[in-house]
């Protein structure tokens, strides 16, 4: 395992009231946070985001080199359950609504899309990556 101190990710999460936050990236980007009770992403839903967001970012240049989308939305879904594991999400799907051009250029983009998909999901999406083989999160807790 390689790690530098270019390889770390980070965001600060902020308390803006009960049960909203706010996240900030180190590029200085905000995004609100809440449990659900308003229209701010809940944390489920932002897993859900980083899923579909890193599989797409990753598969999108593979195929648009081929030919440029006309269409390439991803929609991602989950249910949430609680058993003898506690609170998880089974049932991860990701659905790709992708157009091409009509054309040779359209075509091979369009044959190109499954593998793409399938290189993001087994090897070069994090995100994708982390959730199948799983991490451990480790907690600091500071007295400020």
Same mark, same amino acid.
């Given at each position: ?27 200085? !980007? ?8 308003? #229209? ?5 839903? +932002? /897993?859900?985001? &980083?899923? *579909? ?41 990701? !659905?790709?609504?992708?157009a091409f051009p009509d054309g040779? #250029? ?5 044959? +190109? /899309?499954?593998? &793409?998909? *399938? ?26």
């Amino acid at each position: 395992m390689t790690t530098t101190s270019s390889s770390e990710r980070s965001v600060a999460l902020t308390r803006t009231g009960p049960s909203r936050y706010t996240a900030t990236n180190v590029r200085g !980007t905000t995004l609100s946070i809440g449990d659900g009770s308003d #229209a701010d992403f809940t944390p489920v839903e +932002l /897993l859900l985001v &980083a899923l *579909a967001g890193c599989t797409a970012i990753t598969v999108d240049p593979l195929v648009s080199r081929r030919a440029e989308p006309q269409t390439f939305d991803v929609h991602a879904r989950a249910d949430k359950i609680r058993d003898e594991l506690g609170n998880r999400l089974v049932d991860i799907l990701m !659905t790709f609504d992708v157009a091409f051009p009509d054309g040779e #250029a359209g075509e091979r983009a369009r044959a +190109l /899309l499954p593998d &793409a998909i *399938a290189k993001a999901e087994e090897r070069l999406c994090t995100v994708s990556r982390t959730l199948a083989i799983g991490a451990h999160a480790a907690v600091e807790i500071n007295d400020v």
